[in-house]
């Protein structure tokens, strides 16, 4: 193969190898979903589904189809980019997504702007001064922090910060955010509470991978150059650290996507998590396989953008 | 998953329409409605502690956020298809009925100007002038025949179908006079329009992504699962009210987020909050509680055609087995009344006074189980937090069997799914039933032989004789007699173990005036957005 | 006679073990530098020689600490600074040259930038000063395209390239003093030559004094002005390098020289057997490569058609430098890498190319033993564990008999039986690489496969190596097959030797004749780059400059 | 380099003391003596607990510290010491063995894979990566809708959502101990692939194995109680501590120790874990690095 088309190869091998993931994921949520008990007309009338109602909602719905072959044309209209219409409310899914993703987005957004920062400066820090009071206190200060649940971090947010001392809202959304403190200010809170449960594990790791490359001949090297501690950490060893740290980020920013239900519900902020729970809970095939798919989307992108920065930080893999 | 909470679903909307069909009274509607709400009048049943909320003048502005316990993207602003609080508390705001109930349980007019009938078969729906929609259309009849005609089409998936067909010709007879024939007399046509359901849409309408009704608040923003936002409408043809400028409502399903939400002044109003909250909200003097107890209740339900339903005494031992006052006092923090086994609440007319609560008693408990040789024998009792606090209830019933040598093995299964799955299939589980506003329908739809939710498998041929007895009684006094008979042979031989009736306790900010409760539910029968307003 | 640059005085230096004990490794040394001399420290590993050239940068690796005495340098004091003052003198007083430079290039910063880092740290010189000084560093120091080079990353040059860099690196900030640790160590012979004429030069030229770093007499005899012989932290003797080389005064420095002189090879008496026995390994046509495999040819293709025989009882020496495809060779021999082509014969047995396919005689009978002794034994498994393994696996030995074979084993690489239960992290270099030769001979071989295994080790120790090679093949009976980049060991204990060059067999001669008798241009190159223990040899060497050219891998 | 430096201590030590490699320090031990002391509640809490965890002692709730109740009542007004020393048993026990089936497998097919390679390593890798794309919360109500809630149900349940994070880990270790000489030695002796990853790779990669089972111990204590509300798992009257937390979360308004109890049980019992694992014996921790 020319060398100039192995970049191309190895682009097109990475999506077939996603797109394959997708469609295997696609798959499992269909038949998990189809395991669960009660569809979405038995869901909906809750105590009142006799079986007459259920049959008459259910062609009103027009559910009268097989799960498999909805499932199927679900499918193949994702194809042409159709995420399908929602049963439960008959809406296009695309429009009841669109502004919960942007919200997920957001949060998830300015929480990777507070915390990865504040986590690699963390583990940075810790790994300079390995050994030391510091580098002890983070390496507690992470266990703890992670220890606590994430709905008493929440609950105890909101009861300092928005009931004892009236500094912040005790919601997110709908408060006003059109100045950009008043936009800080609304977010703090689910900020706070999120950067707490992602950022443990990226101290831990940034930690670990700049402590592996401080041992490297070519660290110690940099210090008989009459290099300081801190250039020797930031110059040398942290570039050929950013593979496994951005990996580690890649792993801790996937969980706000989806996995952020908790602070969603305490905050009463609007997201695609508390959207897939909702479409969970009234089975709502189209629903729930297109937050799937965001989610595992979302994985897959980080990821890569993590392989992405491991191979340009890295001259080696970079040609 | 959140079953519907309303009063007026699937089968006992059939019930109800039997009964009109038979040609009960208007009054004995409303007071059957009322039952399942808060009387006023009704004793020690409703507290109200809102300093605000008699006697005060009325302050116009503001914006009031309220917040609600559940909401998903089934939300909808259809109000056929309304079936959470949620969905009630927005059509409130943005459409009217044709009548309404009071705090008293009166029926009023709202948007008709009056309902009347010669023969309770034929009716005459006058319309009031000059009342305009928000897109500024007026409302004349075609628009009551085309809201009331939907429920009729199937395809809408209307909640109140069943009611609605009794309706056999709805048809104009000016711009402002609709005919309504039933297929048979029914008196209580106005009570039943009163509906959360039967609120009036414009002709024509599909659409239902926004609101376009005659209602107190404009819609001007709705996301289903996210929240709806009104704002005042200056052409609302009620001489009073609204209030407010502006209203939102949403849903903060955390009991711990809603109350202090509400006690860090982001909200102004969360509905239905946790007794075990009273204690930090009685601390508060921002913040005041609006407590009724209806007819519902978590009840355990005991298979008699199951092992270990079957076997003679097990029933009866549980009962006793029930500590109704741990119950009361531990699981709802006293927001609730010791009930007597029987699914008829005591603010109901037909309610027996003389059936006494069972007492706690262990030790005949376990007499009862030693003859059933049940002692020891692990027995599962299914519980969800879907049916409430059905878990602690659940958990009390252990520790007392435990004391007394009953293996009782507490199964906690997911709210999701539980009512397809568990209820009325497992030998031993929980059960939440919402009030019904009538004995007959209780006990049709939750006793009599062939009732679809026979929830113990109760099967008693007396019983039901008795039912159809009741039905056809004409004389008050043997009706009641018979009711006070059957709820006596529901405590004594049925499965179901109701051990207290649960109360609703809503809290709000002290600044809420104008507030009343109301026999249809919670915030003023969801209604309340139109009628409050915020002291300064 | 000028002031010493450098005094060094009863320099001690602790460490600490993991288990927390102190030990002292530097154990009182004096010694002075004049200004513009070459220092060389020899000694093998754990004698504290890089130890003590560290010091002199007033550093010392995790774990050490100087204890006491006083190390100066020109005008300050390097014990007696703060850790802030000890880095304003690195780069500008003090500069250090490392073993592997690949090692201690930055892999993810361009050449350029990492050149010229002292002056930056420092402060010395605005930005393209500093390039342009380091272009012509790069010049003096005979860099091929002087003014770009700089722009390369580090995985982007050779490793002869590299070391110079790194000279060019530690010379750009004028220091009086550079410290050697070790540089040509890790190169191709061919290479090392250029890499020490250029140091040579380049320290000649600034009169910059140095310490050079080795454990091999002949290098540091090409350099050094003077040599101090170290020992268990302790100097033994110090001296001029022609009386040092030609007139040691100092057993162990004896003993050192001794090591270089080769000992002849005895083959093995042929047993006179009447029919001529079959070749204990014969390979024919072998192709060997790695990568995807597209009609049946890996992409990158390494070994090309090799064919040899090994005769019962006699070795094979297989010599080349780097990529010269001699590793891969024992590789696909032991079937770890599959032959694409071509075929392994044992005792007349076609070998399966494939390991994978060969039946546990077939493998018993062919052993391989690594170069690196470290990696080759698995850290979590007791000496006694990794050579009972063998035994089990191949004879189902258990219990008292394998326990009996596992001393008996070690007993015949001459290690005492009480080393069974230590863990390979805790023996020395030579111990490890006795305890792999065990484990080769626990399967009972007839053939060892040994992929340099005296090259990481010192003189000493790789002599006493070789010795038990020889003891064993003629108490067992082995043939070997000795693959190194070193002649004089290749000399020491083979019979036949084969050239490698780019994967192909360039030359197949006997080893005793070796030196005179090689025709192939590579072979002659290879053999004249062996330095020799003459300090003048390096100044007199004469390299065809298009021989060079064609084949080193500068 | 490095390695010249390791042989020049090891060749001036005289041979270490058998076992000194295994002693361990201040901060590890007081990390052991936590979990061996929530191990001891765990087996003998039943003897221990005052009440049973079910009994509703006090009509009040959320009551605080006193002589009768150590740590205060619950929500139900439940003795708070009696439910922290009962789900002690669930937390510790639930969570160890979750972690450890986690890791063991997860451990294990990240061995396998990284030393068959191929096809086998590429389409694992995808399964399980494809795995994590299903929301736990779905994975755990089908869970329950389809082999109903045990406490080993519960455990596996567990083990299914922390497993693919615990063999990624392990098979980018064993990739890199694959490669090393004593593992190339071993197969071109001609042994097995269960040889080669039990003996050879695992010792070496059983120390960041260790600390990786740490973090993942946090998670699943944490976990555990999410999942019983999803009905799966610990039975009430008994709970976890993270449900303790859960269920009295209405009490930190008041300041209730109902729930500030169970968090600090279940933040001592994680951080000893990880205080353990930080400063397990050298032996075991620096095999591989």
Same mark, same amino acid.
């Given at each position: 193969?020319?060398?100039? @088309?192995?970049?191309?190869?190895?682009?097109?091998?990475?999506?077939?190898?996603?797109? @394959?993931?997708?469609?295997?994921?696609?798959?499992?949520?269909?038949?998990?979903?189809?395991?669960?008990?009660?569809?979405?007309?038995?869901?909906?009338?809750?105590?009142?589904?006799?079986?007459?109602?259920?049959?008459?909602?259910?062609?009103?719905?027009?559910?009268?189809?097989?799960?498999?072959?909805?499932?199927?044309?679900?499918?193949?209209?994702?194809?042409?980019?159709?995420?399908?219409?929602?049963?439960?409310? =008959?809406?296009?899914?695309?429009?009841?997504?669109?502004?919960?993703?942007? =919200?997920?987005?957001?949060?998830?957004?300015?929480?990777?702007?507070?915390?990865?920062?504040?986590?690699?400066?963390?583990?940075?820090?810790?790994?300079?001064?390995?050994?030391?009071?510091?580098?002890?206190?983070?390496?507690?200060?992470?266990?703890?922090?992670?220890?606590?649940?994430?709905?008493?971090?929440?609950?105890?947010?909101?009861?300092?910060?928005?009931?004892?001392?009236?500094?912040?809202?005790?919601?997110?959304?709908?408060?006003?955010?059109?100045?950009?403190?008043?936009?800080?200010?609304?977010?703090?809170?689910?900020?706070?509470?999120?950067?707490?449960?992602?950022?443990?594990?990226?101290?831990?790791?940034?930690?670990?991978?700049?402590?592996?490359?401080?041992?490297?001949?070519?660290?110690?090297?940099?210090?008989?150059?009459?290099?300081?501690?801190?250039?020797?950490?930031?110059?040398?060893?942290?570039?050929?650290?950013?593979?496994?740290?951005?990996?580690?980020?890649? @792993?801790?920013?996937?969980?706000?996507?989806?996995?952020?239900?908790?602070?969603?519900?305490?905050? =009463?902020?609007?997201?695609?998590?508390?959207?897939?729970?909702?479409?969970?809970?009234?089975?709502?095939?189209?629903?729930?396989?297109?937050?799937?798919?965001?989610?595992?989307?979302?994985?897959?992108?980080?990821?890569? @953008?993590?392989?992405?920065?491991?191979?340009?930080? =890295?001259?080696?893999?970079?040609? | 998953?959140?079953?519907?909470?309303?009063?007026?679903?699937?089968?006992?909307?059939?019930?109800?329409?039997?009964?009109?069909?038979?040609?009960?009274?208007?009054?004995?509607?409303?007071?059957?409605?009322?039952?399942?709400?808060?009387?006023?009048?009704?004793?020690?049943?409703?507290?109200?502690?809102?300093?605000?909320?008699?006697?005060?003048?009325?302050?116009?502005?503001?914006?009031?956020?309220?917040?609600?316990?559940?909401?998903?993207?089934?939300?909808?602003?259809?109000?056929?298809?309304?079936?959470?609080?949620?969905?009630?508390?927005?059509?409130?705001?943005?459409?009217?009925?044709?009548?309404?109930?009071?705090?008293?349980?009166?029926?009023?007019?709202?948007?008709?100007?009056?309902?009347?009938?010669?023969?309770?078969?034929?009716?005459?729906?006058?319309?009031?002038?000059?009342?305009?929609?928000?897109?500024?259309?007026?409302?004349?009849?075609?628009?009551?025949?085309?809201?009331?005609?939907?429920?009729?089409?199937?395809?809408?998936?209307?909640?109140?179908?069943?009611?609605?067909?009794?309706?056999?010709?709805?048809?104009?007879?000016?711009?402002?006079?609709?005919?309504?024939?039933?297929?048979?007399?029914?008196?209580?046509?106005?009570?039943?329009?009163?509906?959360?359901?039967?609120?009036?849409?414009?002709?024509?309408?599909?659409?239902?992504?926004?609101?376009?009704?005659?209602?107190?608040?404009?819609?001007?923003?709705?996301?289903?699962?996210?929240?709806?936002?009104?704002?005042?409408?200056?052409?609302?043809?009620?001489?009073?009210?609204?209030?407010?400028?502006?209203?939102?409502? +949403?849903?903060?399903?955390?009991?711990?987020?809603?109350?202090?939400?509400?006690?860090?002044?982001?909200?102004?109003?969360?509905?239905?909050?946790?007794?075990?909250?009273?204690?930090?909200?009685?601390?508060?003097?921002? #913040?005041?509680?609006?407590?009724?107890?209806?007819?519902?209740?978590?009840?355990?339900?005991?298979?008699?055609?199951?092992?270990?339903?079957?076997?003679?005494? +097990?029933?009866?031992?549980?009962?006793?087995?029930?500590?109704?006052?741990?119950?009361?006092?531990?699981?709802?923090?006293?927001?609730?009344?010791?009930?007597?086994?029987?699914?008829?609440?005591?603010?109901?007319?037909?309610?027996?006074?003389?059936?006494?609560?069972?007492?706690?008693?262990?030790?005949?408990?376990?007499?009862? +189980?030693?003859?059933?040789?049940?002692?020891?024998?692990?027995?599962?009792?299914?519980?969800?937090?879907?049916?409430?606090?059905?878990?602690?209830?659940?958990?009390?019933?252990?520790?007392?069997?435990?004391?007394?040598?009953?293996?009782?093995?507490?199964?906690?299964?997911?709210?999701?799914?539980?009512?397809?799955?568990?209820?009325?299939?497992?030998?031993?589980?929980?059960?939440?039933?919402?009030?019904?506003?009538?004995?007959?329908?209780? +006990?049709?739809?939750?006793?009599?032989?062939?009732?679809?939710?026979?929830?113990?498998?109760?099967?008693?041929?007396?019983?039901?004789?008795?039912? #159809?007895?009741?039905?056809?009684?004409?004389?008050?006094?043997?009706?009641?007699?018979?009711?006070?008979?059957?709820?006596?042979?529901?405590?004594?031989?049925?499965?179901?173990?109701?051990? #207290?009736?649960?109360?609703?306790?809503?809290?709000?900010?002290?600044?809420?005036?104008?507030?009343?409760?109301?026999?249809?539910?919670?915030?003023?029968?969801?209604?309340?957005?139109?009628?409050?307003?915020?002291?300064? | 006679?000028?002031?010493?640059?450098?005094?060094?005085?009863?320099?001690?230096?602790?460490?600490?073990?993991?288990?927390?004990?102190?030990?002292?490794?530097?154990?009182?040394?004096?010694?002075?530098?004049?200004?513009?001399?070459?220092?060389?420290?020899?000694?093998?590993?754990?004698?504290?020689?890089?130890?003590?050239?560290?010091?002199?940068?007033?550093?010392?690796?995790?774990?050490?600490?100087?204890?006491?005495?006083?190390?100066?340098?020109?005008?300050?004091?390097?014990?007696?600074?703060?850790?802030?003052?000890?880095?304003?003198?690195?780069?500008?007083?003090?500069?250090?040259?490392?073993?592997?430079?690949?090692?201690?290039?930055?892999?993810?910063?361009?050449?350029?930038?990492?050149?010229?880092?002292?002056?930056?740290?420092?402060?010395?010189?605005?930005?393209?000063?500093?390039?342009?000084?380091?272009?012509?560093?790069?010049?003096? %120091?005979? %860099?091929?395209?002087?003014?770009?080079?700089?722009?390369?990353?580090?995985?982007?040059?050779?490793?002869?390239?590299?070391?110079?860099?790194?000279?060019?690196?530690?010379?750009?900030?004028?220091?009086?003093?550079?410290?050697?640790?070790?540089?040509?160590?890790?190169?191709?012979?061919?290479?090392?030559?250029?890499?020490?004429?250029?140091?040579?030069?380049?320290?000649?030229?600034?009169?910059?004094?140095?310490?050079?770093?080795?454990?091999?007499?002949?290098?540091?005899?090409?350099?050094?002005?003077?040599?101090?012989?170290?020992?268990?932290?302790?100097?033994?003797?110090?001296?001029?390098?022609?009386?040092?080389?030609?007139?040691?005064?100092?057993?162990?420095?004896?003993?050192?020289?001794?090591?270089?002189?080769?000992?002849?090879?005895?083959?093995?008496?042929?047993?006179?057997?009447?029919?001529?026995?079959?070749?204990?390994?014969?390979?024919?046509?072998?192709?060997?490569?790695?990568?995807?495999?597209?009609?049946?040819?890996?992409?990158?293709?390494?070994?090309?058609?090799?064919?040899?025989?090994?005769?019962?009882?006699?070795?094979?020496?297989?010599?080349?430098?780097?990529?010269?495809?001699?590793?891969? &060779?024992?590789?696909?021999?032991?079937?770890?890498?599959?032959?694409?082509?071509?075929?392994?014969?044992?005792?007349?047995?076609?070998?399966?190319?494939?390991?994978?396919?060969?039946?546990?005689?077939?493998?018993?009978?062919?052993?391989?033993?690594?170069?690196?002794?470290?990696?080759?034994?698995?850290?979590?498994?007791?000496?006694?564990?990794?050579?009972?393994?063998?035994?089990?696996?191949?004879?189902?030995?258990?219990?008292?008999?394998?326990?009996?074979?596992?001393?008996?084993?070690?007993?015949?690489?001459?290690?005492?039986?009480?080393?069974?239960?230590?863990?390979?992290?805790?023996?020395?270099?030579?111990?490890?690489?006795?305890?792999?030769?065990?484990?080769?001979?626990?399967?009972?071989?007839?053939?060892? %496969?040994?992929?340099?295994?005296?090259?990481?080790?010192?003189?000493?120790?790789?002599?006493?190596?070789?010795?038990?090679?020889?003891?064993?093949?003629?108490?067992?009976?082995?043939?070997?097959?000795?693959?190194?980049?070193?002649?004089?060991?290749?000399?020491?204990?083979?019979?036949?030797?084969?050239?490698?060059?780019?994967?192909?067999?360039?030359?197949? &001669?006997?080893?005793?004749?070796?030196?005179?008798?090689?025709?192939?241009?590579?072979?002659?190159?290879?053999?004249?780059?062996?330095?020799?223990?003459?300090?003048?040899?390096?100044?007199?060497?004469?390299?065809?400059?298009?021989?060079?050219?064609?084949?080193?891998?500068? | 380099?490095?390695?010249?430096?390791?042989?020049?201590?090891?060749?001036?030590?005289?041979?270490?003391?058998?076992?000194?490699?295994?002693?361990?320090?201040?901060?590890?031990?007081?990390?052991?003596?936590?979990? /061996?002391?929530?191990?001891?509640?765990?087996?003998?809490?039943?003897?221990?607990?005052?009440?049973?965890?079910?009994?509703?002692?006090?009509?009040?709730?959320?009551?605080?510290?006193?002589?009768?109740?150590?740590?205060?009542?619950?929500? $139900?007004?439940?003795?708070?010491?009696?439910?922290?020393?009962?789900?002690?048993?669930?937390?510790?026990?639930?969570?160890?063995?979750?972690?450890?089936?986690?890791?063991?497998?997860?451990?294990?097919?990240?061995?396998?894979?990284?030393?068959?390679?191929?096809?086998?390593?590429?389409?694992?890798?995808?399964?399980?990566?494809?795995?994590?794309?299903?929301?736990?919360?779905?994975?755990?109500?089908?869970?329950?809708?389809?082999?109903?809630?045990?406490?080993?149900?519960?455990?596996?349940?567990?083990?299914?959502?922390?497993?693919?994070?615990?063999?990624?880990?392990?098979?980018?270790?064993?990739?890199?101990?694959?490669?090393?000489?004593?593992?190339?030695?071993?197969?071109?002796?001609?042994?097995?692939?269960?040889?080669?990853? $039990?003996?050879?790779?695992?010792?070496?990669?059983?120390?960041?194995?260790?600390?990786? /089972?740490?973090?993942?111990?946090?998670?699943?204590?944490?976990?555990?109680?999410?999942?019983?509300?999803?009905?799966?798992?610990?039975?009430?009257?008994?709970?976890?501590?993270?449900?303790?937390?859960?269920?009295?979360?209405?009490?930190?308004?008041?300041?209730?120790?109902?729930?500030?109890?169970?968090?600090?049980?279940?933040?001592? $019992?994680?951080?000893?874990?990880?205080?353990?694992?930080?400063?397990?014996?050298?032996?075991?921790?620096?095999?591989?690095?």
């Amino acid at each position: 193969m020319p060398q100039s @088309l192995l970049p191309w190869f190895l682009v097109i091998q990475r999506l077939g190898i996603a797109l @394959l993931t997708l469609i295997i994921v696609s798959f499992a949520v269909f038949f998990a979903t189809e395991l669960l008990p009660g569809d979405v007309a038995e869901i909906l009338l809750g105590q009142a589904a006799t079986p007459e109602a259920v049959a008459g909602l259910r062609s009103a719905m027009g559910l009268d189809e097989p799960a498999f072959s909805r499932f199927i044309g679900w499918l193949v209209g994702l194809a042409g980019g159709d995420l399908g219409t929602s049963y439960v409310n =008959n809406t296009e899914v695309v429009d009841l997504l669109s502004g919960r993703l942007s =919200n997920s987005l957001r949060l998830a957004g300015v929480t990777t702007l507070v915390s990865v920062p504040v986590a690699l400066s963390l583990g940075i820090g810790a790994a300079m001064w390995r050994g030391s009071l510091f580098d002890r206190v983070v390496t507690v200060l992470t266990i703890s922090v992670i220890s606590v649940p994430e709905f008493m971090v929440a609950t105890l947010a909101v009861l300092i910060f928005a009931v004892w001392l009236d500094w912040l809202p005790a919601l997110s959304y709908g408060v006003d955010t059109s100045s950009l403190g008043a936009m800080l200010k609304a977010y703090a809170m689910p900020v706070i509470t999120l950067s707490f449960v992602i950022s443990a594990q990226m101290i831990r790791m940034t930690r670990a991978a700049v402590i592996e490359t401080i041992n490297t001949p070519y660290v110690e090297m940099a210090l008989l150059k009459g290099a300081s501690r801190k250039r020797m950490v930031l110059v040398h060893a942290l570039p050929n650290a950013l593979g496994p740290i951005a990996n580690a980020v890649a @792993l801790s920013l996937s969980y706000l996507v989806g996995g952020v239900i908790i602070v969603e519900t305490i905050f =009463n902020y609007p997201g695609v998590a508390k959207l897939m729970v909702d479409a969970v809970s009234t089975r709502d095939l189209p629903l729930i396989q297109s937050c799937a798919m965001i989610f595992c989307v979302s994985y897959l992108l980080l990821i890569t @953008l993590a392989d992405l920065i491991a191979i340009l930080s =890295n001259p080696r893999l970079r040609r | 998953m959140t079953k519907t909470p309303t009063n007026w679903t699937g089968r006992d909307d059939a019930m109800v329409e039997h009964m009109i069909r038979r040609g009960a009274s208007r009054r004995d509607l409303l007071k059957m409605l009322m039952s399942s709400g808060v009387a006023a009048a009704a004793g020690g049943s409703l507290l109200m502690r809102a300093s605000a909320a008699v006697a005060a003048t009325p302050v116009t502005g503001g914006t009031l956020r309220a917040a609600g316990w559940s909401s998903s993207t089934a939300d909808t602003l259809d109000p056929a298809k309304a079936s959470l609080s949620t969905d009630y508390a927005r059509c409130c705001a943005f459409y009217n009925r044709l009548t309404f109930l009071d705090e008293a349980g009166e029926v009023n007019m709202e948007l008709a100007e009056s309902v009347s009938s010669d023969d309770a078969q034929t009716w005459e729906v006058k319309l009031k002038p000059g009342v305009t929609f928000h897109d500024g259309k007026a409302l004349v009849a075609e628009d009551v025949i085309y809201s009331l005609k939907r429920h009729l089409d199937e395809s809408v998936g209307s909640k109140v179908n069943s009611i609605a067909k009794q309706m056999t010709e709805i048809s104009k007879v000016d711009d402002l006079t609709v005919k309504i024939v039933l297929d048979a007399p029914n008196a209580d046509l106005p009570t039943i329009l009163a509906l959360h359901h039967f609120m009036i849409i414009a002709e024509g309408t599909t659409d239902f992504s926004t609101a376009n009704g005659t209602g107190a608040f404009i819609c001007e923003s709705f996301e289903p699962g996210v929240r709806s936002v009104g704002v005042k409408n200056p052409n609302y043809f009620k001489a009073e009210g609204p209030y407010l400028d502006s209203f939102e409502f +949403f849903a903060i399903p955390d009991n711990n987020a809603r109350i202090n939400a509400l006690m860090s002044g982001d909200i102004q109003y969360a509905a239905s909050v946790n007794p075990r909250s009273a204690r930090l909200l009685d601390s508060n003097d921002s #913040v005041s509680t609006l407590v009724s107890t209806s007819g519902n209740y978590t009840n355990l339900n005991m298979r008699l055609d199951m092992n270990p339903g079957e076997k003679a005494g +097990f029933v009866e031992g549980m009962k006793y087995l029930m500590n109704r006052e741990a119950i009361q006092k531990s699981a709802f923090r006293g927001l609730a009344e010791i009930a007597n086994d029987q699914p008829v609440s005591p603010s109901n007319r037909y309610f027996n006074p003389n059936l006494p609560a069972r007492e706690f008693d262990p030790e005949r408990a376990k007499s009862l +189980f030693d003859k059933a040789g049940l002692l020891g024998v692990e027995i599962p009792v299914v519980a969800s937090e879907a049916a409430t606090a059905s878990v602690d209830m659940a958990t009390i019933l252990q520790q007392a069997g435990s004391q007394i040598g009953m293996n009782l093995k507490v199964d906690r299964v997911p709210s999701d799914g539980y009512w397809s799955n568990y209820w009325l299939k497992a030998p031993v589980h929980y059960g939440n039933i919402n009030p019904r506003p009538t004995p007959d329908i209780l +006990f049709s739809l939750l006793y009599a032989s062939d009732a679809p939710w026979n929830e113990s498998q109760y099967k008693s041929e007396k019983f039901d004789s008795m039912l #159809v007895e009741a039905r056809g009684a004409l004389d008050e006094e043997r009706r009641k007699e018979i009711y006070w008979d059957m709820q006596e042979m529901i405590s004594n031989e049925a499965g179901t173990g109701i051990p #207290v009736w649960i109360s609703n306790m809503d809290a709000f900010t002290s600044k809420l005036g104008g507030l009343k409760p109301n026999p249809l539910g919670g915030m003023m029968g969801y209604a309340f957005a139109e009628y409050v307003w915020l002291n300064d | 006679m000028t002031d010493p640059l450098v005094t060094v005085e009863k320099l001690r230096i602790g460490a600490t073990t993991d288990s927390g004990r102190k030990v002292e490794i530097i154990k009182g040394v004096d010694f002075e530098i004049a200004p513009g001399e070459i220092v060389s420290l020899i000694g093998e590993s754990g004698s504290g020689k890089t130890t003590i050239a560290l010091s002199l940068m007033g550093h010392t690796r995790p774990g050490c600490e100087i204890e006491g005495g006083t190390i100066r340098i020109g005008a300050s004091e390097m014990t007696a600074l703060s850790n802030r003052g000890r880095a304003a003198l690195r780069g500008t007083e003090v500069s250090y040259v490392p073993q592997s430079a690949a090692a201690a290039f930055n892999p993810s910063k361009r050449i350029m930038d990492q050149v010229i880092e002292i002056a930056a740290i420092h402060d010395l010189m605005p930005r393209a000063e500093a390039e342009k000084k380091a272009v012509e560093l790069f010049r003096a %120091l005979a %860099l091929p395209e002087a003014d770009s080079i700089g722009q390369r990353y580090p995985h982007q040059v050779s490793g002869g390239q590299l070391q110079r860099l790194s000279a060019a690196m530690a010379l750009i900030g004028d220091p009086k003093l550079v410290i050697f640790d070790e540089p040509t160590t890790a190169l191709d012979v061919t290479t090392q030559i250029e890499v020490l004429r250029a140091f040579k030069s380049v320290m000649r030229a600034g009169g910059i004094s140095g310490v050079y770093v080795s454990h091999d007499l002949a290098v540091v005899a090409q350099i050094a002005d003077r040599i101090i012989v170290l020992k268990g932290g302790e100097i033994q003797e110090v001296g001029g390098a022609e009386q040092i080389l030609h007139a040691p005064r100092n057993a162990y420095t004896k003993q050192l020289l001794a090591a270089f002189e080769p000992v002849p090879h005895q083959p093995q008496a042929q047993p006179a057997q009447s029919a001529k026995p079959k070749p204990v390994l014969e390979v024919f046509d072998l192709c060997a490569g790695y990568g995807t495999i597209r009609n049946g040819e890996p992409t990158a293709k390494i070994l090309k058609d090799v064919s040899f025989k090994i005769e019962r009882g006699r070795n094979l020496g297989v010599i080349g430098e780097s990529g010269s495809g001699k590793s891969t &060779l024992a590789r696909a021999v032991a079937g770890i890498l599959p032959a694409y082509r071509g075929g392994v014969m044992v005792d007349g047995m076609e070998m399966k190319p494939d390991l994978k396919d060969r039946s546990k005689a077939e493998l018993r009978r062919m052993q391989m033993v690594f170069q690196l002794a470290d990696t080759a034994l698995n850290p979590a498994h007791s000496i006694g564990a990794i050579l009972a393994r063998p035994l089990t696996f191949y004879e189902g030995l258990r219990g008292k008999a394998r326990e009996a074979r596992v001393t008996e084993l070690l007993d015949m690489v001459h290690l005492p039986t009480s080393l069974r239960h230590r863990l390979p992290g805790e023996l020395s270099g030579g111990q490890k690489q006795r305890v792999n030769l065990a484990r080769a001979l626990a399967a009972s071989p007839e053939l060892i %496969l040994c992929d340099e295994i005296t090259s990481a080790l010192d003189t000493v120790v790789a002599a006493a190596i070789l010795e038990l090679l020889k003891e064993l093949q003629s108490e067992l009976g082995l043939s070997y097959m000795f693959i190194s980049h070193d002649l004089s060991t290749v000399e020491a204990i083979c019979d036949d030797v084969l050239v490698m060059y780019k994967g192909e067999v360039v030359e197949a &001669l006997p080893a005793a004749t070796m030196s005179s008798k090689a025709t192939h241009p590579y072979s002659r190159l290879l053999i004249s780059s062996v330095p020799q223990l003459d300090t003048g040899w390096l100044a007199g060497l004469e390299q065809d400059p298009e021989l060079v050219a064609q084949f080193a891998n500068r | 380099m490095m390695a010249e430096y390791q042989t020049t201590t090891t060749a001036t030590d005289p041979p270490k003391k058998k076992g000194s490699g295994w002693s361990f320090n201040w901060v590890g031990r007081i990390g052991l003596a936590i979990m /061996l002391f929530w191990g001891l509640v765990a087996l003998a809490g039943p003897w221990l607990a005052p009440h049973p965890p079910g009994e509703i002692v006090d009509w009040d709730y959320f009551s605080p510290v006193s002589g009768e109740f150590w740590l205060g009542t619950d929500y $139900l007004g439940r003795d708070i010491f009696s439910r922290i020393l009962m789900g002690a048993r669930y937390t510790v026990g639930i969570a160890l063995a979750a972690v450890t089936l986690a890791c063991t497998l997860g451990v294990i097919l990240g061995m396998i894979a990284a030393v068959a390679g191929g096809w086998f390593d590429m389409i694992l890798s995808r399964l399980l990566d494809a795995f994590n794309g299903i929301p736990s919360l779905l994975f755990g109500l089908v869970v329950v809708a389809a082999v109903g809630s045990s406490i080993p149900v519960l455990i596996l349940t567990l083990t299914a959502i922390y497993m693919p994070g615990s063999y990624r880990f392990a098979r980018a270790l064993a990739v890199n101990v694959n490669t090393m000489d004593f593992v190339t030695v071993a197969r071109a002796r001609g042994e097995s692939t269960r040889y080669l990853i $039990l003996q050879e790779i695992f010792p070496n990669i059983l120390g960041p194995v260790l600390a990786d /089972l740490g973090l993942r111990f946090v998670f699943i204590v944490l976990v555990l109680s999410g999942l019983s509300f999803l009905g799966l798992g610990v039975q009430p009257p008994n709970a976890d501590w993270g449900a303790l937390v859960r269920e009295n979360i209405e009490g930190l308004s008041l300041g209730a120790p109902a729930v500030i109890f169970p968090s600090i049980a279940i933040a001592s $019992l994680t951080i000893s874990v990880n205080m353990f694992i930080d400063n397990l014996p050298t032996k075991i921790r620096d095999r591989s690095e």
